[in-house]
């Protein structure tokens, strides 16, 4: 299973994200993406009662995610923070986002949430450095066959 994007949301808009493939054809405006993903978390979790919701899969593409609370400079309280990570959709998805990508993702948010918390998060460009821990933790989970082969033979 290729990881296609991984990134963070905080209030809905996108703080880091990295883009390992292509997801579309077009240019996707990334904070409207953001904050309709946001709502259909907050929205799947208010109707559903549920506590959360790991996964929403398409017939191409799933999109798996992990909510954490994070404080942010100008609030007193806590508020969610999201990471995620858009994937292809292959058999047995349950299992591969449960033992592989939900650890994954919850590993982005307790690192985001260590280095970040108390800081001013509406700032974005001071995040560009985490594009590299989201590198290092979903590692060769990024690469396709190919790539894969390619580092196996150069």
């Known amino acids: 299973m290729v990881i296609r994007e991984a990134g963070v949301l905080f209030r809905g808009f996108t703080v880091v ?7 579309t054809l ?8 953001s904050g309709l993903m ?8 208010t109707a559903f009662s549920i506590n959360k919701v790991e996964y929403f899969e398409g017939k191409k593409f799933i999109i798996a995610f992990n909510n954490n609370q994070i404080t942010s400079e100008d609030a007193s309280e806590s508020e969610l923070l999201i990471s995620y990570a858009i994937l292809d959709k292959e058999k047995k998805v349950d299992k591969h986002i449960r033992k592989i990508i939900y650890p994954s993702l919850n590993r982005v948010s307790e690192l985001f949430i ?3 918390n108390g800081k001013n998060l509406s700032e974005v460009s001071q995040f560009k450095y985490f594009k590299t821990v989201l590198d290092t933790i979903f590692g060769s989970d990024t690469k396709n066959i190919d790539q894969k082969l390619q580092g196996l033979f150069y």
């Open 114 to 116: 260590a280095q970040n």
């Open 38 to 45: 946001t709502a259909l978390i907050n929205f799947a979790e």
């Open 26 to 33: 077009g240019k996707i405006d990334s904070d409207l993406r």
């Open 17 to 23: 994200k990295k883009s390992y493939h292509k997801t």
